[in-house]
């Protein structure tokens, strides 16, 4: 069953912290992979979209990396700032299967100032 | 503002009750979705349509019909609402497939 994975369910780190959140996915056959955050209450926004062929992508201070052979996909938070603090998405489009993408549950980021 | 508009944004059933929820994006995407969002097993989809004037069943179709009425608008029914179906429920929508994913604020429904 292709599954998806965000350890830890929350983290709080204090303002100015670099940080990673970790994503592992089941099936390595994967066609790409997206970062969303969600606002409480709110509804999911697209940060980064990674395609297989890629190893990386950059969008101001995020930055997504893409390790299929491992399962893995990370995202770095640079200088982390309160306005940072959400839960964090992300989810994957398989290769085979019928469904679009699988979400994992969440990382919930606090950034204390 | 454009994106994704999502109706209503809370609702309480009876269960045996039966309703619909509306959902409409102005960005001429071609591709709509509604997933439900419950705690611990994160977003899962019930229904996506491709195009206009198609639809297919996603991982958790069971006990909701859905209708792409044109390319901005993509309805999602519950026929006979079950305590089992309380989740938030949001819309998505797409420019093909992957790219533009913009969700709309989901609707909170709570079924009795």
């Known amino acids: 069953k292709q599954e998806v994975t965000q350890i830890p369910a929350a983290l709080s780190v204090p303002e100015g912290e670099n940080l990673v959140l970790n994503c592992s996915f089941t099936?390595?056959?994967?066609?790409?992979l997206q970062w969303f955050r969600q606002d409480p209450g709110k509804g999911l926004t697209s940060l980064l979209l990674i395609q297989s062929s890629q190893r990386e992508q950059t969008s101001g201070r995020l930055n997504a990396s893409l390790d299929k052979s491992s399962g893995r996909s990370t995202l770095y938070i640079a200088a982390s700032q309160p306005g940072d603090s959400a839960t964090y998405l992300c989810?994957?489009?398989?290769?085979?299967?019928?469904?679009?993408?699988?979400f994992g549950t969440g990382t919930r980021l606090k950034v204390l100032a | 503002n454009a994106g994704v508009t999502q109706t209503p944004k809370f609702q309480v059933l009876k269960t045996g009750q039966s309703m619909t929820l509306q959902c409409a994006q102005d960005?001429?995407?071609?591709?709509m979705y509604w997933y439900r969002q419950d705690p611990g097993m994160g977003l899962r989809l019930i229904y996506y349509s491709a195009s206009e004037g198609t639809t297919d069943k996603g991982e958790v179709p069971n006990g909701y019909n859905v209708s792409r009425l044109n390319k901005r608008e993509f309805s999602l029914r519950l026929e006979s609402a079950a305590p089992s179906q309380t989740s938030v429920y949001f819309c998505a929508s797409s420019v093909d497939g992957d790219y533009g994913y913009t969700f709309g604020s989901g609707t909170r429904l709570t079924v009795v």
């Open positions: 960005m001429n995407h071609n591709s």
């Open positions: 099936d390595s056959a994967i066609y790409n």
């Open positions: 989810a994957c489009r398989f290769t085979s299967g019928t469904y679009k993408y699988i």
